[in-house]
């Protein structure tokens, strides 16, 4: 077993990460006042990183500066064993996920994608009459929505995979209405979720894992993240098109 580290060892050591959190705290800000105003898209996780360096070292950051922490520099602090303090720097580019979009946006691109260039989908005979479940009064009014629901379902196992159909089935479901009585919880339709991943599976997108479902494949999650990036620049050139 190695010796112990004292407790003026500990003090020393917290000491010394903590100059260091400060010099690499003041490079974050600098960065994020710089990222500010350029207007880039920047990533949630270094927000968190953020705090954490901030509740480590108690050194407040501003509100205004969080929101603008990007994903390119910065510093964990992880307490190891025998109470020392490790440093992980992180110098990696931003990276857009389909996390990084709404949620819609990326939907309608992905849906159309699957309907140009995926000929392995195509809406059976049935889609245009029937309903997506016994909580759904009528048939979906949109002539596309068979290629929107193989891209939600791509995001879904993106989240939440693997998954099966039949909690897939409790997501897309709802409330059916009884009149003066209380609602009841309705699962959606299994053929609107079951027969979509069985055309994703034939195009190399959804793979099965065993008996805890569908997950994506490496096709599907490059995808993902390609068509999030298409997404991303499209959302960060809208304001310019707004003010020309």
């Known amino acids: 077993m190695g010796r112990p580290t004292s407790r003026r060892n500990y003090d020393k050591t917290r000491e010394a990460v903590a100059s260091v959190a400060r010099e690499r705290i003041e490079i974050l800000v600098d960065q994020a006042k710089e990222m500010a105003r350029k207007n880039e898209n920047l990533s949630r996780r270094y927000v ?60 309608d691109k992905l849906a159309k994608h699957l309907k140009e260039n995926v000929s392995e989908i195509s809406p059976p005979t049935w889609s245009e009459f029937a309903k997506t479940g016994a909580h759904k009064e009528r048939p979906p009014q949109d002539p596309d929505w068979w290629y929107m629901r193989c891209a939600s379902l791509l995001r879904k196992l993106y989240v ?19 009149g003066n009585s209380p609602e009841h919880q309705a699962p959606a339709g299994g053929s609107a979720i079951r027969e979509p991943l069985q055309q994703l599976q034939k195009a190399d997108l959804v793979a099965i894992e065993g008996k805890k479902g569908r997950k994506l494949t490496r096709q599907g999650l490059t995808l993902l993240n390609k068509t999030a990036a298409e997404v991303a620049k ?11």
Do not use: F, M, W
């Open 234 to 244: 499209e959302l960060k050139a809208r304001p310019r098109e707004a003010a020309s």
């Open 48 to 107: 968190d990183l953020a705090r954490r360096i901030s509740k480590r070292t108690k050194i407040r950051i501003p509100r205004e500066v969080k929101r603008y922490l990007c994903k390119g520099c910065g510093i964990a602090l992880v307490p190891g064993h025998n109470a020392r303090v490790r440093l992980y720097a992180h110098n990696t580019g931003i990276v857009i996920t389909c996390l990084s979009v709404p949620a819609n946006d990326l939907i």
């Open 160 to 178: 939440h995979g693997p998954v099966g159909v039949s909690r897939l089935r409790v997501q897309y479901g709802g409330n059916v209405g009884r």
